[in-house]
Structures are given as structure tokens and as C-alpha cells.
């Protein structure tokens, strides 16, 4: 009988190791399936910067300034952004006009604006023209621009010709204080701008804000025409 009892138990403590370890293989398995579905922390400075990667451009409005911008970032990178003093492509100063912003008007002061490169932004649907130093808007301007025949193209354009007195070999007009910016014939250049007035895809200016302009840029420098993306103060210019 005493027999009996002993292979009894033995027969228990058996079938309990094998509930233990069928157990223990199953814990395994979840942990396992949980661990392949996680983020290792080692990995999420590389995720956060493919975020920043895909940012795409927006319309921001802002004073008189025309210019492509980043998107608005989510606050956990709020602080990767460039200081207004970090870079060159960053707005630091946007002009104040208080007069009527109209067809033939223009304002300009560089005075104390410090070296730097210099970035024109255009922007079609507010009908302006901003230019930057270095981050410090020092001109601003009221423009004609393309007809429906001959739209003026958006993009990242460098300056690549200089020429006072231009004529145009495909009109044969004069083209005063020429910026090329395209093979086609697309410039800035001197014009008569007023309202209801277009062009076969230049950029007109005043004439005196085209001569200032024409002293201040080089070849190479950037162009930057869009369809009402703008910027406030602080914000980064992105040229290309």
C-alpha cells in the first residue's frame, strides 16, 4: 500500500514539473514576440532624424517677406531649429513699411546690415520681392511678373549673368540691370510696374530698386520664386 502512495506522489511532482516548464516555454515566446514589436532606445535618434528629413514646405504668412519655409515641426524638435543668429538662412530682420505696399512701390536700407550672402525671394501671389543679407531683409518691392501665356516658373534659381543694358534678343527690348535666371530668357530686370501689367515671364522691377539690386548680388547667388509661401521672423529660409 505504501508502495502505491509513493508512485502516486512521484507521478504529481512529474506532471507539476511539466505544467512548470510548459509554462516557462510559453512566457518565453510572448517576451520574444513583445521584444520584435519594440523600439530599441539605441535606434530612436535615427528615427527622430528621418522625421525631421521629411518635413515638407508650407505656407506660412508673415510681413512682406516671400520665401519657401520648412513646415511647422512637432514640439520634439522644436529645439533642433536654428537660432535667428545660428545661420545665414535664418530671418533676422524683416523691414517695417508703413506706407501703402503698391504697384511701383519699393523700400530699401542695408545701412548697418553686415556682410553676407545674399538670397531674393519672390513670391507670385503676393506680387513682392524680398532680399535678404545674411538674414536681414534690406529690400523690398512690389513686382509685375508672367503673363497666362508665359507664367513666370517657381524654383531655386542662380543668378547666372549680370548685364546693365540688356536688350533682349528675343523681343528686342531693353532689359535694364539684368539678372538671368534661366537659358529661356526668365531675368529680373528694370520695369515700369503697375497694376493689371504682366510680362512674358521675367520679373519686372522699379528701376531704381534694380539698379541697387544689380550692385548688391554676384553670380550664383540664389533666386527663390514660389506661389505664396511665406515667413516671419526667426523662421529658416530654405534656398536649396
Not at 43 to 68: C, L, Q, Y
Not at 113 to 127: F, H, N, Q, S, W
Not at 175 to 197: F, Q, S
Amino acid at each position: 500500500m505504501s508502495h502505491q502512495i509513493a508512485m502516486r506522489i512521484s507521478q504529481s511532482i512529474l506532471a507539476l514539473a511539466g505544467i512548470a516548464i510548459f509554462v516557462l516555454v510559453i512566457t518565453g515566446s510572448i517576451r520574444a514576440v513583445a521584444a520584435e514589436g519594440s523600439i530599441d532606445p539605441a535606434d530612436s535618434s535615427d528615427i527622430a532624424a528621418a522625421e525631421k528629413e521629411t518635413i515638407a514646405p508650407v505656407n506660412i504668412p508673415g510681413a512682406s517677406a516671400a520665401v519657401t519655409v520648412a513646415a511647422a515641426p512637432s514640439e520634439s524638435i522644436v529645439e533642433d531649429l536654428p537660432s535667428a543668429t545660428a545661420s545665414p538662412f535664418v530671418v533676422k530682420r524683416v523691414l517695417e513699411i508703413d506706407e501703402p505696399f503698391v504697384h511701383g512701390y519699393y523700400k530699401w536700407d542695408d545701412a548697418g546690415v553686415p556682410d553676407g550672402e545674399i538670397v531674393i525671394t519672390v513670391d507670385l501671389k503676393a506680387e513682392s520681392m524680398s532680399v535678404f543679407k545674411g538674414g536681414y531683409e534690406i529690400g523690398a518691392t512690389v513686382i509685375k511678373f508672367g503673363d497666362v501665356l508665359k507664367p513666370t516658373p517657381t524654383g531655386v534659381f542662380p543668378i547666372t549673368q549680370k548685364s546693365k543694358d540688356h536688350i533682349s534678343n528675343i523681343y528686342d527690348v531693353p532689359m535694364p540691370y539684368m539678372l538671368r535666371l534661366t537659358n529661356d530668357g526668365i531675368a529680373i530686370h528694370a520695369a515700369e510696374v503697375k497694376w493689371g501689367h504682366g510680362t512674358r515671364g521675367c520679373i519686372g522691377v522699379p528701376h531704381e530698386f534694380a539698379r541697387l539690386l544689380f550692385e548688391q548680388v554676384k553670380l550664383g547667388d540664389r533666386v527663390i520664386v514660389t506661389n505664396g509661401k511665406r515667413i516671419h521672423m526667426g523662421d529658416p529660409i530654405v534656398a536649396g
